[in-house]
């Protein structure tokens, strides 16, 4: 092993430490996105923070609605799409989920809430957001996602609704990524790292 290499294991540990903090993980594995335990954990943080915001109805309304990504998947409808299809959809819905969370976070800073632990689910939502627009990057899902014209006009356009409040926001969030963007990671993981 020369002065320049690194062993493969020091690669993957070194990923894992810089994944949580929102970093691009120049180098990174394919297969961390492919591990379950990964967008579990994204999936969980999103649901601790849905549970926090749930006990405060009123006190944690938005002031606005913010358009987010429809999370309903039709399973029958989703297996007929093409690959290509599920990446644009996976694309534009996280997209539309990180613009949706940091207006959600400038919404509480400018708000009389108090914010020391909303602010920290957000902070979470951010960095977790980065990471997985990295890992998808990486599996190719930008790369599919700007289609050539011809076949952008077969994509089915991105479904949204609205949220009013931070819990609803943290579900969407949550629920995003144990639907759409596991099925499309699981797919993109069965067919070879993309």
């Given at each position: 092993?020369?002065?320049?290499?690194?062993?493969?294991?020091?690669?993957?540990l070194l990923s894992l430490l810089w994944l949580p903090l929102g970093l691009p993980v120049l180098g990174a594995p394919l297969h961390l996105i492919c591990d379950s335990g990964v967008l579990e954990r994204y999936a969980l943080e999103g649901k601790e923070a849905e549970n926090v915001t749930m006990g405060c109805a009123?006190?944690?309304?938005?002031?606005?609605?913010?358009?987010?990504?429809?999370?309903?998947?039709?399973?029958?409808?989703?297996?007929?799409?093409?690959?290509?299809?599920?990446?644009?959809?996976?694309?534009?819905?996280?997209?539309?989920?990180?613009?949706?969370?940091?207006?959600?976070?400038?919404?509480?800073?400018?708000?009389?809430?108090?914010?020391?632990?909303?602010?920290?689910?957000?902070?979470?939502?951010?960095?977790?957001?980065?990471?997985?627009?990295?890992?998808?990057?990486?599996?190719?899902?930008?790369?599919?996602?700007?289609?050539?014209?011809?076949?952008?006009?077969?994509?089915?356009?991105?479904?949204?609704?609205?949220?009013?409040?931070?819990?609803?926001?943290?579900?969407?969030?949550?629920?995003?990524?144990?639907?759409?963007?596991?099925?499309?990671?699981?797919?993109?993981?069965?067919?070879?790292?993309?």
């Amino acid at each position: 092993m020369g002065a320049r290499e690194c062993p493969a294991w020091l690669w993957l540990l070194l990923s894992l430490l810089w994944l949580p903090l929102g970093l691009p993980v120049l180098g990174a594995p394919l297969h961390l996105i492919c591990d379950s335990g990964v967008l579990e954990r994204y999936a969980l943080e999103g649901k601790e923070a849905e549970n926090v915001t749930m006990g405060c109805a009123e006190s944690c309304s938005l002031n606005e609605n913010i358009t987010v990504p429809d999370t309903k998947v039709n399973f029958y409808a989703w297996k007929k799409m093409e690959f290509g299809q599920q990446a644009i959809d996976v694309w534009q819905g996280l997209t539309l989920l990180s613009e949706a969370v940091l207006r959600g976070q400038a919404l509480l800073a400018n708000s009389s809430q108090p914010r020391e632990p909303l602010q920290l689910h957000f902070d979470r939502a951010v960095r977790g957001l980065r990471s997985l627009t990295t890992l998808l990057r990486a599996l190719g899902a930008q790369k599919e996602a700007t289609t050539p014209p011809d076949a952008a006009l077969s994509a089915v356009p991105l479904r949204t609704i609205t949220a009013d409040t931070f819990s609803k926001l943290f579900q969407v969030y949550s629920n995003f990524i144990r639907g759409k963007l596991k099925l499309y990671a699981g797919e993109a993981c069965r067919t070879g790292d993309r």
